[in-house]
């Protein structure tokens, strides 16, 4: 079954350590990203992709980076953890914009930070 | 900057009546929007997606669109307690184009049974 899925499903860390949050989809979507949302809060985009060696910055990027080198995996890492990181993280693809099937977003991860 | 705006709510109705839910956006040129049903502690699932000026029906929900007001419009007919959630609106900027989509920051929905 085509799907996206994110490990780790919850995650806890102490500050400064580095940690990388994967995601990988079956769907064959060229287009991934990544977003982070407080709980009741707003999306805000981090980063996202359009393809493979293909990635660009959204509102939230500064203290974090991705790669795409394979279409089906788009990990985020983050080099020195911070409390300020406490949030859930969200991975989505989609297919071309305009296309029926908008973004599926995967499970989550829902990181703390101590 | 491309704005997507909701009402945060609560909107609170009761179970059986109609919920309406408001969406405005500020790009003229925005061609696809989604509508997506946020659970607490859960990710967005998409609900209904609409492109072309009027109404679209899958089941209880409808999506309208009117380009020439920058409005889209969700309504759920029968609430059912069940559709407790929050709901984002999403708009595309461009068709087929490689821009995000934008989001709204959603409005919270209580059905009270």
């Known amino acids: 079954e085509a799907d996206i899925y994110q490990t780790p499903r919850y995650l806890v860390i102490g500050t400064g350590k580095k940690i990388t949050l994967e995601c990988s989809q079956t769907m064959g979507h060229d287009k991934m990203y990544w977003y982070q949302q407080d709980p009741g809060m707003e999306l805000h985009l981090i980063h996202y992709?359009?393809?493979?060696?293909?990635?660009e910055k959204g509102d939230l990027s500064s203290e974090s980076t991705v790669s795409r080198i394979r279409t089906e995996h788009f990990p985020l890492t983050l080099e020195s953890a911070r409390p300020s990181h406490t949030s859930q993280y969200l991975c989505a693809s989609s297919e071309p914009q305009g296309a029926k099937d908008g973004y599926t977003f995967g499970s989550g991860t829902r990181l703390t930070v101590v | 900057q491309k704005e997507v705006e909701q009402n945060s709510g609560p909107l609170s109705v009761p179970e059986g009546a109609i919920a309406s839910l408001n969406c405005t956006y500020s790009?003229?040129?925005?061609?696809?929007f989604f509508w997506y049903r946020q659970y607490s502690g859960k990710s967005p699932e998409l609900i209904m997606f609409i492109y072309s000026n009027g109404d679209k029906e899958d089941g209880r929900f409808t999506a309208q669109l009117n380009k020439a007001s920058q409005y889209v419009s969700l309504l759920i007919r029968d609430s059912q307690p069940s559709d407790s959630a929050t709901y984002l609106c999403?708009?595309?900027?461009?068709?087929?184009?490689?821009?995000?989509?934008?989001f709204g920051k959603g409005t919270r929905l209580s059905v009270i049974a």
């Open positions: 999403a708009v595309s900027p461009l068709f087929s184009g490689n821009t995000p989509l934008v």
């Open positions: 790009d003229r040129g925005s061609q696809s």
């Open positions: 992709s359009y393809g493979v060696n293909s990635t």
